[in-house]
């Protein structure tokens, strides 16, 4: 009896790591992109009439490669590019600016090269890419920021680190250590989980003392027509694939191919990123000017799939007012690969709200 059993539970370790995803995996390839959506909404909120780009890809001759851009924030002011560091843990820096992270719960230490040196060289790659264009930015007007949105980032200068954690046994909580440990070991570009937290929305006519010294820098307002141009080139910038699953989650990086019955995946060729601009799924029947929309049927065994074909004669989201529908199982799977990620993964359509393909 013992045997079969054995036998039944490695069976059912087989079948989920070869036809199930792990939902580990999962998390870890969400996590950091659902934090980009969350930081870039809020900043929109923050700032009237702004406009976040999130997941923007910049053609690096340097390199030969395309460099990853978390965010750009453009403001009528000025336009601010964003690292998100969704750490969470204990931080300071060494002497070269590095992050030095510690889980306050397993004390597992990573290293993380320095931020702000990072999204400084973004910054000129994408200064470089704007005249590309022939969008030419006035002296300063591109500058840089690194939020940490994660509620756990606790904040540590590089001297109180070793004391907090030789006496992390002694108290349960590092938080009476941590509120009197100032900020002076980061440099102004930091935007902490704190500062984030204390951010208010600008009024009409001025902003709000940490907007203003925080995110801006006391600049002219720019030229409407750079504003405009600089929002035109952006939105029609390379950027990442993206899903959107269901509890509020989001993936960044390509789509791959469609998986599944031979019927559905006849249904589903034409949807591909040269004949279907900006793609979105949801499970709803009601159309806000989304390319795909997706309505589950009873029982969820089957999906309406509704795409619009891609029209390369309107600019940014460059989708025809023109829908198209076919029906396949909610089984089909989505393959794609996550950014920052070595294995691909796959989705079933009745597991995404939506999905958008760059051009």
Request: hydrophobic share 35%; aromatic share 8%.
């Amino acid at each position: 009896m013992w045997v079969a059993v054995i036998c039944g539970l490695f069976l059912c370790l087989i079948v989920k790591l070869f036809f199930y995803e792990d939902d580990t995996l999962l998390d870890l390839d969400s996590s950091h992109a659902s934090a980009l959506f969350t930081v870039a909404k809020r900043l929109e909120k923050l700032y009237h009439g702004s406009k976040v780009y999130v997941g923007i890809q910049i053609p690096d001759a340097d390199s030969a490669s395309r460099q990853n851009i978390d965010l750009v924030l453009v403001t009528n002011q000025e336009a601010v590019v964003i690292s998100v560091k969704n750490v969470s843990g204990f931080v300071s820096t060494d002497e070269d600016g590095n992050w030095v992270c510690t889980d306050g719960k397993h004390h597992k230490t990573i290293r993380i090269p320095n931020p702000v040196v990072e999204t400084k060289q973004l910054v000129s790659i994408l200064e470089e890419y704007l005249e590309q264009r022939g969008v030419t930015l006035p002296e300063g007007y591109l500058s840089c920021k690194v939020i940490c949105p994660n509620p756990n980032f606790r904040l540590l200068t590089a001297s109180s680190y070793t004391v907090v954690m030789n006496i992390s046994e002694k108290y349960k909580s590092h938080d009476h250590f941590v509120s009197s440990i100032h900020s002076d070991s980061f440099p102004p570009e930091v935007i902490t989980y704190d500062q984030w937290t204390q951010l208010k929305p600008e009024t009409k006519k001025s902003y709000s003392g940490w907007i203003k010294g925080v995110l801006h820098g006391g600049k002219d307002k720019m030229q409407d027509s750079i504003f405009e141009k600089l929002k035109s080139v952006l939105s029609t910038a390379p950027i990442s694939d993206r899903l959107e699953l269901k509890g509020n989650k989001y993936v960044l990086g390509e789509f791959l191919e469609f998986k599944g019955k031979q019927d559905d995946l006849q249904a589903l060729r034409k949807i591909r990123r040269s004949k279907v601009s900006h793609v979105v799924l949801c499970n709803s029947s009601i159309l806000f000017g989304e390319s795909f929309v997706v309505t589950s049927h009873a029982a969820h065994s089957t999906v309406q799939v509704l795409y619009s074909p891609r029209d390369y004669r309107v600019e940014g989201s460059s989708h025809s007012s023109q829908w198209e529908e076919v029906t396949v199982r909610s089984s089909t799977e989505v393959v794609f690969q996550p950014q920052n990620s070595t294995k691909t993964r796959k989705y079933k359509l009745s597991s995404l709200i939506s999905m958008s393909l760059s051009a």
